[in-house]
């Protein structure tokens, strides 16, 4: 029974939290079959993302800066006329050092860089990746950018709009799981669970779906014959 009101007191918890909770876009991690997961919900993601990473060639580290913001800028503001593409903006890098500077250190790679993930809903073209793919591919390499500002272009990646809010559903899972486990074994050992208070984890299926599971542990121990 202890495991039971456990249960219950998570799903109360969960769905409290998700009552008020905000937009949260993740990304999902690259596909992985080495770690299945007992426990989970397969679903099309909810965007296609492309980043956009913008660099500068000027020397001057103050030079960088501005090209960096304006030319970020002006892609952000060119996107917001398109309606099927949604900005999310990525973090910026700034290092204070010049180009001339940089480049005599050994481990030098890049100066100064900025972030632009560009979004496109897959419930628009019912899951097809590839027209989403093909739509800010298009979109971003119509962008010029001025001065001596260049924009590079990620792979896709498949992105939730806050998978938070999947989490009472995962626990009623987890708790019919275990219940399943128990009727099986015809034991009423001692469960005992870890990491259900882990975030909820998201990682790419295929080329438009993703798992959304909780890592999450679970032992038994049965009553000797």
């Not at 100064?112 to 979109?139: C, I, M, P, W």
């Not at 010029?144 to 806050?162: E, Q």
């Amino acid at each position: 029974m202890k495991i039971i009101r456990f249960l219950v007191l998570l799903l109360l918890a969960a769905s409290m939290a998700s009552a008020g909770e905000k937009s949260v876009l993740v990304f999902a991690s690259g596909y992985d079959n080495s770690r299945p997961a007992a426990v989970s919900i397969l679903q099309r993601a909810d965007y296609a993302s492309m980043t956009v990473t913008i660099s500068s060639g000027q020397k001057e580290a103050v030079d960088q800066f501005q090209e960096l913001s304006l030319a970020r800028q002006a892609l952000i503001q060119e996107a917001k006329k398109n309606p099927n593409i949604l900005v999310h903006i990525g973090p910026v890098s700034l290092s204070p050092e010049s180009r001339s500077s940089l480049s005599k250190v050994a481990s030098y790679s890049s100066g100064s860089d900025a972030t632009v993930h560009l979004l496109y809903s897959l419930a628009e073209n019912k899951g097809d990746v590839f027209q989403a793919a093909r739509a800010l591919a298009a979109f971003a390499k119509g962008m010029k950018a001025s001065g001596k500002a260049s924009y590079h272009l990620s792979p896709i990646r498949l992105v939730v709009d806050t998978p938070e809010k999947y989490r009472s559903k995962l626990l009623r899972m987890i708790f019919d799981d275990i219940k399943q486990a128990r009727l099986l074994a015809k034991k009423s050992g001692k469960v005992m669970l870890t990491g259900l208070d882990h975030p909820v984890l998201v990682r790419q299926a295929d080329d438009s779906h993703v798992e959304l599971f909780i890592d999450y542990a679970v032992s038994m121990e049965l009553p000797a014959e």
